[in-house]
Every structure is written in C-alpha cells, then in structure tokens.
C-alpha cells in the first residue's frame, strides 16, 4: 500500500529510540531530522513538513512529559498525535440534509476515481440504510454514463442519466432534473458524479460550480487519486478556489507509490478526509478515520494502545510520591500494593513487559505473577497493620501467623510476599538510579 515505504521508515526511526532512557536534545534534533527525511521522500508537501517537524520537536523538548511513559514511548506518541492532526483530528462524518435528499458532488480529475467511488458510496450508503440514487453529469467522455450506469448496476441502485440519443445533454438540466427523480422516487442521498478532464482547467471549473449551483449539495466531494504525487496539491488548490469542496476522498490507497502528497491536503486546503478507497472492488472502501490511518503509518498499532492503556492507568500524583520513594528506599508494603493495582489495570500483564522501563529485569519476576496471584497478594497485604505495611521489618513470626490465619492463606506465602516485597525495593532503587528519578526532587523522568 501507498504508505509502506512512510511506514517503514518512521518505525525504524523510532524504534532506534527504544530502550534509551533520556532523550537529549541531540538526540531529538535527529530523531526530528530523520522523520523529515521519511516525510519530503514520501512526497508529503514542505509546508506541512515543516510544521509537523517544527510541533514534534517542541513538544518532545519541551515540558510534555508524562510519568506514564518512558522517553520513546513519548516520542511515538508525540508522533502519532501530529500525525492525526495533520490527517485531520476527529473522524469526520458524511452530512446528511435535514430535508432529504441529502446530495453528495463528486469533482476532480479523469481517472482519479469517481465513478468507481460513485459506486462504493451506493454500497456504503446502502449498507446505512440508505436509498442512494446515482446521478449522470458527465456527459462529456462518451463512456462515462454508461460506465456509471454498470457500477450502478453492480451496486444494485438506481442511475440517473439522459435519454440515450437526445443529443449530448446538458449536465446542469440533467443534476436539476435529479433532485425533483429523487424526491419523487423516495431516495433520500443522491450522488452526482461530475466530468473531469486531465488537468484543471477552466470549462471544466466553470461547469462543475454551474452544476454545484444547481443542486446546492450538502457535501461537494473533491476526489483524489493519492499515486499523482505532488500534483495532488496542486489539483486541490485548484478545485477548492474552483468549484470550493467540502471534503477529500483519497483513491487508489493500494498503489505502491509514495502517497504522501495525498496526506497533505487536508492541511493545505483545510478540509477533512472523508472516505478512503483502497482498490477496484466496490468494498474496497471506508469512512477515513485519521487515528487509525495514523497508527497504520506508524505500523504501531499495538504499542500506541498500550501507551493509552499506560497513561489511563497511571496516576501522575501518586507515580511522582512513589518515584521520589522508591530511589530512596522507602518503599512501603502499601506501595507494593499500589504499583502491583497500577500495572493491573492495565491489562494483561504479559502484554506489558515490553513497555516498561528496565523491563528485561523485570521479566521473570513479573512473568511469574498473575492477575489471581495480585488479588492473594493483595488479600494479605490487606490482612497487616496499618504500621506493617508502612514498616515491613516489624513483621516477626507471631505476626505472620497472624496475618496468614487473617487472610487465609499459609504462613509460606507471606514469607514470599514479604521477601518479594525486598527484592522488589531493591530493584527499584537500582532501576532509580539507572533512569535518575528518586533521591533528588521527585522528578521522574
Ligand atoms: P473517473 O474518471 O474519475 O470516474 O475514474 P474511474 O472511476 O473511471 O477510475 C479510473 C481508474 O482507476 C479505473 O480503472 C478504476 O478501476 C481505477 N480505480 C478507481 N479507484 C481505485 C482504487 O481505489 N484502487 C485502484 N487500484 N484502482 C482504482
């Protein structure tokens, strides 16, 4: 697919940062230099760059820092959200009309894909619960309504056209005509496909608003082959000082080529991506959502729900007490606690071994913990003295016995808690003094 080489390059950019435990400014200049280069060889247009690389490298710099995630996972995550900023934010939605029909225009260039996609949205609108109609206004190339009417067919919906052998007809009669079909015939989304010549230029333009005028459409779909490179900027500049479009459809997202141009234009006309087509079939096709698209370009799917998962789970107050704690010693037995609800919460445990700090050390010990093995711990910890939990060397061979009678389990296993408990003390004091938080100011970073 058109953004494979992107993908590839901005994963091993990142995972070059794995396993560093701060970032310099130096090594954020690189990081910022190397996702540049990744960015302008995939096309993606200079101003956008600039901007993307000018907001990671800020932020990464900058006092964004979240006790959740270690300096990498920070990086990605930075990069991951300017990516769905550029690709536009939020999910966008198609507008349906108060009043139906709703109409959706289709412009853009020959060969960028509309019929195909005129198609697709029957589908999918179907599918909605939708009764879409299409709708014949190219009447320029002479296979054009016939081929909509085919993918109408396929579709399994109604296609607007003139009357074969009325002469050429006038797309702007024939979209107004439409409207008053639509409304007669009870379909409630009608979908205008519009010529399109093989560069910009003004008949075609002209045409296009003269049809936009006439159906006054709810959305004017500008549709975009994302293999034509750079000149996808420029068509859309074109288009949206033009006809004006409400949204971007991306075609042809299953090309080799470098696509990057296509993500683009949400940033440089400023309107979102609505749908995405990904090859010839009519389901080849879907609602563009930009977080999705984003982490598929990042081909870090998993890690960035782990980073969610860490960050829900994690609380910044109580992380900065136990960092500052735990390089000093003072872990208590109600931290252990606490660590162990924290880690928890975020899921199973085995899928979090990778993102932790110092992870490597912590492996075995954790791997042999599950989430039954965290409620008998937590159970016993439960059954101790305010003052045993604070200051675990209290806990002499009476009160074990007592703690094991409380929480029913046997004398053994609050042997094991308690030792595990020191162990644990001592590995964060070590993993403290690796990462440099604790002892000083509380600082976790
Ligand atoms: P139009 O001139 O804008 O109506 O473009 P068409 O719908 O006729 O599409 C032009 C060519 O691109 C046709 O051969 C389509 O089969 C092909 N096409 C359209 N969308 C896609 C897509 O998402 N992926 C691929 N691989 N081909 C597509």
Redesign the pocket.
């Known amino acids: 697919p058109v953004f494979d080489t992107l993908s590839d390059r901005l994963t091993s950019v990142l995972q070059n940062l794995r396993g560093k435990g701060k970032l310099s400014d130096a090594d954020i200049d690189a990081t910022a230099r190397e996702i540049r280069i990744a960015l302008l060889e995939a096309d993606v247009a200079l101003p956008v760059v600039r901007e993307f690389i000018k907001h990671v490298k800020e932020r990464a710099k900058g006092a964004e820092v979240s006790e959740a995630l270690n300096p990498a996972q920070q990086v990605i995550k930075i990069v991951n959200e300017e990516l769905v900023g550029i690709l536009g934010g939020e999910t966008r939605r198609v507008n349906l009309a108060k009043n139906p029909p709703t109409v959706i225009m289709?412009a853009?260039?020959?060969?960028?894909?509309?019929?195909?996609?005129?198609?697709?949205l029957a589908t999918w609108l179907k599918q909605q619960g939708h009764a879409p109609m299409l709708v014949a206004c190219?009447l320029q190339?002479p296979n054009?309504v016939t081929?909509?009417q085919v993918?109408g067919e396929r579709a399994g919906v109604t296609t607007f056209a003139p009357q074969p052998g009325n002469g050429v007809g006038d797309p702007v009669d024939v979209a107004k005509r439409s409207i008053e079909e639509a409304r007669h015939a009870q379909h409630d989304v009608v979908v205008v496909?519009t010529a399109?010549r093989l560069g910009v230029d003004e008949e075609l333009m002209q045409q296009a608003a003269d049809i936009r005028d006439a159906v006054q459409p709810d959305e004017t779909l500008f549709?975009v082959?994302?293999m034509i490179g750079q000149d996808a900027v420029t068509t859309a500049e074109a288009f949206r000082d033009g006809v004006g479009f409400t949204g971007v459809v991306l075609?042809?997202?299953?090309?080799d080529a470098r696509g990057g141009a296509a993500l683009s234009v949400r940033q440089v006309t400023g309107e979102p991506i609505l749908f995405?087509?990904?090859?010839?079939k009519l389901e080849?096709?879907d609602v563009f959502h930009p977080d999705r698209m984003a982490s598929r370009i990042l081909g870090m799917g998993d890690m960035l729900t782990l980073i969610e998962q860490a960050e829900q789970a994690f609380d910044q107050e109580k992380a900065e007490q136990a960092a500052s704690k735990l390089g000093t010693g003072d872990m208590t037995l109600e931290d252990f606690l606490e660590q162990m609800q924290a880690v928890r919460k975020m899921g199973p445990i085995g899928n979090l071994l990778g993102m932790l700090p110092g992870a490597g050390q912590m492996k075995d010990q954790l791997s042999q913990v599950d989430d039954s093995q965290i409620d008998r711990l937590q159970a016993i910890i439960r059954g101790m003295t305010p003052a045993e939990r604070e200051n675990p060397k209290i806990i002499n061979a009476s009160r074990r016995q007592r703690i094991a009678n409380g929480s029913g389990v046997a004398v053994r296993e609050v042997n094991d808690l308690v030792n595990r408990f020191y162990e644990a003390r001592k590995m964060m004091q070590q993993m403290a003094g690796r990462f440099g938080f604790g002892g000083g100011g509380g600082s976790a970073t």
Do not use: C, H, I, P
């Open positions: 289709l853009g260039l020959q060969g960028s894909g509309k019929t195909t996609l005129a198609g697709k190219d190339r054009a081929q909509l993918v496909d399109g549709v082959d994302a075609t042809k997202l299953d090309g995405a087509s990904n090859g010839e080849d096709f």
